[in-house]
C-alpha cells in the first residue's frame, strides 16, 4: 500500500503499475496451494458443519446477542485507543532505526512481545498489574474505588493489549517506506514540526494507519485468553463473542458453530469492506 | 470388562480411511492427513500386543479436576507397566467429550460429570463407563479470607467479588444446583469455563469467594481456605471413566482403566479428598 | 503579514513594501557539512537576479550544500545569511528558502492546487490558500491540471508544480536541485527555457545544482565547480571555459560542446 504514496510524481512508462504477470515455478505453486488449504480448509468445515436450519433461532439468542453486541463495542473502543496509542508510537518506532542498538532493540522487543506471548500470558500478566494484590490495581482500588477485572474496561485492556502491536507495526511500515523528503519538503514551505506531522505524514501512512485498524479490530474481536484470564466471563459484561463460543462448546456446539461463524463473518466482513477503501490507486 | 470387538474397530478404521479419501478428493493437505491417518491405522491393525509385552501409548483425556491425582496414579502404572507410555491431556469435561466425538485419537476418557461421558457413549465411542469418583463443592476464599466470607449466604452479596463455573460445565451444573438448593441467588462476577480458573482466581486473591470442588481446595491448600457449607454431600458429581472404543491398544487402554478403578486408584483418589464407590 | 497582504500575482512578486531597498536581499552562504567520513566545504555569495550553478561529478556534494543553506542538514561549521539576517540557527520552516527538490517530491496526497497552496495553508487555513494558489496555477499553466494528483502528471508538469509550489511560498532565495535530471531528453530544452523564464521573474537570488553545462548556459549567470567537496573553480562558463582549472572542467565542457 506504501508504495503507492511513495512513487515518484513523475509518470514514468517503466513504472510498474501492477503486479507484473508472472508464472510460478509449479513447486512454488503446489505448496502455495498446500498453505492456502491449510488457512481456508478449517474455515469451510465451518461453514459447511453450521447447522444453517437452526441458525435464525441460534443467532436470536438473546445470549448470542449480548455477546455479539459486547463484542463489537469493546473492539471499536479499543481499536479507537489504539489509534490514539499506536500512531505516535510508530512514530517513535520508526525515528528509533537512528538510535543505538540496545535501546532500539529494546524499545522495539517490548512492542513485539504481546505479538508473541500467548495472550493467557498476557492476560495473567494484566491481572498481576491490575488485579487487587497488583501494584496499579491496588492503589486504584484504595485511592479509587476503582476495580479493573472482571469489567468491560478490562476487556478493552485486554484487547488493547494483544491488538496494539498490530496497529503499531502496520503504521510503522507504512512511515518508514514513506518518502521522508516530502517532510522536508514541507519544512521548506514554512510547515512547523507539528504541521508536518498532521499535514504531511500523517496522511502518507494514512492506508498503513487504515490497515491497522483494521487489524487491530479484527484481532479485538477475536480476542479470547487475555480476556477470560483477565476480564472473566460474565454474560453482558465481559463475555465476548469468541469467550461465549467456547464456553458453548462444552454444551451446546451447534450454538458454538454458530456464534463462530458470527465472528467469521464479522471479520470478513470487515477485512472486505475496508481494504479496498484504502487500496492503491483507487483514488486516481 | 469387555473389551472393543474387532467390528467396532473396522467401523471406526473405515471411517478414519473416509476421511483420507475426503481430505483426497479435495485434493489439499493430503500429505498432513494421510501421514496422521496412517499413523492410526497402522496402530490398530497391528497384531493385538500386550500391555507388557510390546511399548505402547495410553492417551487419557481427563477433567481439570483430576490434575493432581492422575498425575500421581499415571507415575504409579508406568512403573509397573514399564512399555506403556501414559499420556494425560486435562481440560474442561465438555470440551473433552467434544473433542473425542471429533475424533481425538484418545484411548481412555475419564470426565467429571455424567453427560459429557454421555454424549462419547452416544457416539458409539465409550465401552461400558463406570463411576471411578465422586466430588462434591466447596465454599473456597483466598488464604486468610480477607473479605470475611462465612457461608452460601455470601456469594449473593454483590459488593463481593464472586467467581462460579459456567453452567455449562459440571463444577456450574453442580454450582447451581447446590445454590437452588439452599435458596441463594448468586452474583456472580465472572463465570468461569473450568474449574481450574475459578481456583486461580481465587488462589491470586482477585475474588473474595467461589465454588469449586472439595479436591481443587486440597490440591491448591497453601494458597486458599476451603469452607464447608451444609447442603454440599448432597450435591454429587460422579466422575465416570471408560477406555474407547477406537483405543490404539485396547489392552493396555483396559488395563489403565483397571488400575484407575482398582485398589491403587482408589487410594490415591481418596487421598486427594474424591469420594470412592 | 506582508505575505498574506502581497499582491498574489508572481509577476508582481517585487517587494513593494518600503523596507526593501532592493527587490531581494542576496545570499551569503558558508557551510560546511559533514558527509559519512567526507566533509563538503564551500563558500560563495549569490547576488539577486544572478543565479548561481553548482555543477560537478556525482557525489561532490553539491546536494549537501543545498540542504544546508535550507536547513536540511545540520552545518558542522559556517554561516548562512540572506541579507543582513543570519539564518543558520533557523529551522528550515523559518528560513524563507524555497526549494525545487530532485524528482520534485511533490504531496502525493495533495491535489496539484493542493500542493501550490501548501505554504498559504501552513500560515492560516484553506480559504486563503486557494486565494493564493490560484493566480499561481494560472501563471503556470496548471489551472486544467488543478484537481489532478502528482502521479497522475508528466514530469515537465509536476516540474511546474514544483516551482509554483515552491514560489507561492514567497521565498527570499530559491534552490533548484537537478531539476531537469527527471525529465525525458525530448522536452528537456523546453523546459529549461520556460525554467529560466520563472527563474529569471522571481529576481531572487538563486541557486541551481546540476551536472549539465547546458542547464547551467541557460539556468545561470555564473557557475561553481565542487569536486570531491570542495570548490575547485568559480566564474562565467566563458571564463571557465577560457581557463579551466581542473581535468574535471576540461572534460566537461569539452563533452558539452557536442
Known amino acids: 500500500m506504501a508504495e503507492s504514496t511513495t512513487r515518484t510524481p513523475t509518470a514514468r512508462p517503466w513504472t510498474p503499475s501492477g503486479t507484473a504477470p508472472g508464472r510460478l515455478a509449479w513447486p512454488v505453486a503446489v505448496v ?88 493467557v ?136 458453530i454458530a456464534l463462530a461463524l458470527l465472528l467469521l463473518a464479522v471479520s470478513v466482513i470487515v477485512l472486505l469492506g475496508l481494504r479496498d477503501r484504502w487500496l492503491p490507486g483507487v483514488r486516481a | 470388562m469387555p473389551h472393543a470387538d474387532t467390528g467396532v474397530v473396522s467401523i471406526v478404521r473405515s471411517r478414519g480411511r473416509a476421511r483420507v479419501a475426503v481430505a483426497l478428493a479435495i485434493g489439499v493437505a493430503a500429505t498432513l492427513t494421510g501421514c496422521a491417518a496412517d499413523g ?18 495410553v492417551t487419557v483425556f481427563a477433567a481439570a479436576s483430576l490434575t493432581e491425582a492422575f498425575d500421581t496414579l499415571a507415575e504409579r502404572f508406568q512403573a509397573e507397566h514399564p512399555n506403556v507410555d501414559v499420556v494425560l491431556n486435562y481440560g474442561g469435561s465438555g470440551t473433552l467429550a467434544q473433542q ?56 449473593a452479596d454483590a459488593d463481593l467479588r464472586i467467581a462460579l463455573c459456567d453452567a455449562s460445565v459440571p463444577c456450574g451444573a453442580a454450582s447451581e444446583k447446590l445454590l437452588a438448593q439452599a435458596g441463594v441467588t448468586a452474583a456472580p462476577d465472572t463465570l468461569e469455563s473450568d474449574v481450574r480458573a475459578v481456583l486461580t482466581k481465587v488462589s491470586l486473591g482477585e475474588v473474595d469467594a467461589a465454588l469449586v470442588y472439595r479436591t481443587d481446595v486440597q490440591a491448591a491448600v497453601d494458597a ?6 451444609p447442603g454440599a454431600a448432597s450435591v454429587v458429581n460422579r466422575y465416570p471413566i471408560a477406555a474407547l472404543t477406537d483405543a490404539a491398544d485396547a489392552a493396555a487402554a483396559a488395563d489403565f482403566v483397571a488400575f484407575i478403578t482398582g485398589d491403587a486408584g482408589r487410594t490415591v483418589l481418596a487421598d486427594a479428598g474424591f469420594g470412592v464407590p | ?45 549569490v547576488a539577486p537576479g544572478h543565479p548561481l550553478a553548482v555543477i560537478g561529478p556525482n557525489g561532490a556534494g553539491k546536494s549537501s550544500v543545498l540542504a544546508a543553506i535550507a536547513g536540511l542538514v545540520p552545518l558542522e561549521a559556517g554561516r548562512v545569511r540572506i ?74 508538469q509536476a516540474q511546474r508544480v514544483a516551482l509554483a509550489r515552491a514560489l507561492a511560498a514567497d521565498p527570499e532565495v530559491l534552490l533548484l536541485d537537478e531539476p531537469m535530471s527527471a525529465l525525458d531528453v525530448e522536452v528537456r530544452a523546453e523546459m529549461r527555457a520556460e525554467l529560466a523564464t520563472h527563474v529569471r521573474e522571481f529576481g531572487g537570488a538563486t541557486v541551481l545544482v546540476t551536472h549539465s553545462p547546458a542547464d547551467a548556459a541557460a539556468l545561470a549567470d555564473s557557475v561553481l565547480v565542487l569536486e570531491a567537496g570542495e570548490v575547485t573553480q568559480r566564474g562565467t562558463l566563458d571564463e571557465l571555459r577560457a581557463a579551466p582549472a581542473t581535468p574535471y572542467v576540461e572534460r566537461m565542457l569539452a563533452a558539452s560542446a557536442d
Not at chain 2, 457413549?121 to 466470607?149: I, Q, R, W
Not at chain 3, 558558508?30 to 555569495?45: Q, T
Open chain 2, 100 to 155: 473425542i466425538v471429533e475424533g481425538a485419537p484418545v484411548d481412555v476418557f475419564a470426565s467429571a460429570a455424567e453427560p459429557p461421558m454421555q454424549s462419547v457413549a452416544d457416539a458409539g465411542l465409550a465401552d461400558a463407563p463406570v463411576v471411578f469418583a465422586t466430588n462434591t463443592l466447596e465454599l473456597v476464599v483466598p488464604a486468610g479470607n480477607p473479605a470475611g466470607v462465612t457461608g452460601l449466604d455470601d456469594l
Open chain 3, 83 to 156: 541579507g543582513a539576517r543570519s539564518i543558520d540557527g533557523l529551522p528550515p520552516e523559518r528560513r524563507r528558502i524555497g526549494v525545487v527538490f530532485q524528482d520534485y517530491v511533490l504531496f502525493p496526497h495533495l491535489t496539484v492546487r493542493d500542493n501550490v497552496a501548501f505554504a498559504a495553508r501552513m500560515r492560516g487555513g484553506r480559504a486563503p490558500a486557494r486565494t493564493t494558489a490560484d493566480p499561481w496555477l494560472e501563471r503556470y499553466g496548471l489551472t486544467s491540471l488543478a484537481g489532478r494528483y502528482p502521479a497522475e502528471l508528466s514530469g515537465g
Open chain 3, 1 to 45: 503579514m506582508t505575505d498574506a497582504a502581497r499582491p498574489p500575482h508572481p509577476a508582481s512578486a517585487r517587494r513593494a513594501s518600503a523596507d526593501a531597498a532592493s527587490a531581494h536581499p542576496a545570499l551569503h552562504a558558508d557551510v560546511v557539512v559533514a558527509r559519512g567520513e567526507a566533509r563538503i566545504a564551500a563558500a560563495f555569495d
Open chain 1, 32 to 119: 502455495a496451494g498446500v498453505a492456502l488449504a491449510v488457512l481456508v480448509l478449517p474455515v469451510a468445515a465451518l461453514v459447511v458443519r453450521a447447522p444453517w436450519a437452526d441458525l435464525p433461532e441460534l443467532l436470536a439468542r438473546e445470549s448470542v446477542l449480548q455477546a455479539l453486541v459486547l463484542s463489537f463495542s469493546t473492539a471499536t473502543v479499543a481499536t479507537a485507543a489504539c489509534l490514539v496509542l499506536g500512531v505516535p508510537l510508530a512514530a517513535l518506532l520508526a525515528r528509533a532505526a537512528n538510535w543505538p542498538t540496545l535501546p532500539r532493540r529494546v524499545l522495539r522487543a517490548a512492542v513485539t512481545v504481546p505479538l508473541v506471548l500467548p495472550p
Open chain 2, 40 to 57: 492410526g491405522a497402522g496402530a490398530s491393525t497391528s497384531p493385538t500386543p500386550h500391555a507388557d509385552a510390546a511399548p505402547a501409548t
Open chain 1, 121 to 256: 500470558v498476557g492476560g495473567i500478566a494484566l491481572l498481576l498489574l491490575l488485579g487487587r494484590r497488583g501494584p496499579i490495581g491496588r492503589v486504584l482500588e484504595e485511592w479509587f474505588g476503582v476495580t479493573v477485572p472482571f469489567t468491560t474496561g478490562a476487556v478493552v485492556l485486554a484487547q488493547v493489549f494483544v491488538a496494539l502491536p498490530f496497529l503499531v507495526f502496520a503504521v510503522e511500515g507504512a512511515l518508514r517506506s514513506a518518502d521522508r523528503r516530502t517532510e522536508l519538503a514541507a519544512a521548506t514551505l514554512g510547515a512547523s514540526r507539528w504541521q508536518v506531522f498532521r499535514f504531511v505524514t500523517l496522511p502518507l501512512v494514512a492506508p498503513g494507519i487504515a490497515a491497522g485498524a483494521v487489524l487491530s479490530f479484527t484481532r479485538a474481536l477475536g480476542e479470547f485468553g487475555a480476556t477470560i484470564t483477565f476480564a472473566g466471563s460474565l454474560p453482558g459484561v465481559t463475555r465476548t463473542l469468541p469467550i461465549a463460543s467456547y464456553l458453548a462448546m462444552q454444551s451446546d456446539p451447534d450454538e458454538a
Open chain 2, 224 to 229: 486458599v481456605e476451603g469452607i464447608e457449607v
